[in-house]
T-cell receptor, first 112, second 114 residues
Framework: QKEVEQNSGPLSVPEGAIASLNCTYS??????FFWYRQYSGKSPELIMS????GDKEDGRFTAQLNKASQYVSLLIRDSQPSDSATYLC????????????FGTGTKLQVIP | KAGVTQTPRYLIKTRGQQVTLSCSPI?????VSWYQQTPGQGLQFLFE???????NKGNFPGRFSGRQFSNSRSEMNVSTLELGDSALYLC?????????????FGSGTRLTVV
């Protein structure tokens, strides 16, 4: 059973701070990694994808990948109250026609 | 560009009944995946369809089935409903494979089994 682990939170950060969200995965052969944001009562929305080791930046978001440690993280700089949501880490399984395994999500609360 | 359309948005069914959910992916997207989301289990993969063929299947009982039509629209069916089937069912559309390109999700169908 391939697993994706996240701390459920809630993670509370003050407005303007950096929020750091972490995720570990069990499938050592995984090649694709995603972060989705899900507001309460809404469906998940893709915000970042990363495929190689290192950092990938998009606006206030930075995804970090370390395949050797099987670790993915998402940094949100200058956090805003509108960033308050549940963040889902998702990992593409290795082999064949891959499916995507989701973590259970980390709830982020940005305090004004 | 139209998004992923799921119908209906809400359903209330009785134990033992069956239900059919519908999903129209983004135009040009040929891969449709279905997920079940519950507070305790998170997003659980049901199956993926590509060009009318099921390419992958999750660990759900045979009561859960699906299909995809030539226009990429997909349906999933749950027979002999159980209380535990109450969940948000999400359809996810992708150009080729959600594991490579990521998904665009529909708004979901909230199923309540009573």
């Amino acid at each position: 059973q391939k697993e994706v682990e996240q701390n459920s939170g809630p993670l509370s950060v003050p407005e303007g701070a950096i929020a750091s969200l972490n995720c570990t995965y069990s499938d050592r052969g995984s090649q694709s990694f995603f972060w989705y944001r899900q507001y309460s009562g809404k469906s998940p929305e893709l915000i970042m994808s990363i495929y190689s080791n290192g950092d990938k930046e998009d606006g206030r978001f930075t995804a970090q990948l370390n395949k050797a440690s099987q670790y993915v993280s998402l940094l949100i700089r200058d956090s805003q109250p509108s960033d308050s949501a549940t963040y889902l880490c998702a990992v593409g399984d290795s082999g064949g026609y891959q499916k995507v395994t989701f973590g259970t999500g980390t709830k982020l609360q940005v305090i004004p | 560009k139209a998004g992923v359309t799921q119908t209906p948005r809400y359903l209330i069914k009785t134990r033992g009944q069956q239900v059919t959910l519908s999903c129209s992916p983004i135009s040009g997207h040929r891969s449709v995946s279905w997920y079940q989301q519950t507070p305790g289990q998170g997003l659980q993969f049901l199956f993926e369809y590509f060009s009318e063929t099921q390419r992958n299947k999750g660990n759900f009982p045979g009561r859960f089935s699906g299909r995809q039509f030539s226009n990429s629209r997909s349906e999933m069916n749950v027979s002999t409903l159980e209380l535990g089937d109450s969940a948000l069912y999400l359809c996810a559309s992708s150009v080729e494979q959600g594991a490579i390109y990521g998904y665009t999700f529909g708004s979901g169908t909230r199923l309540t089994v009573v």
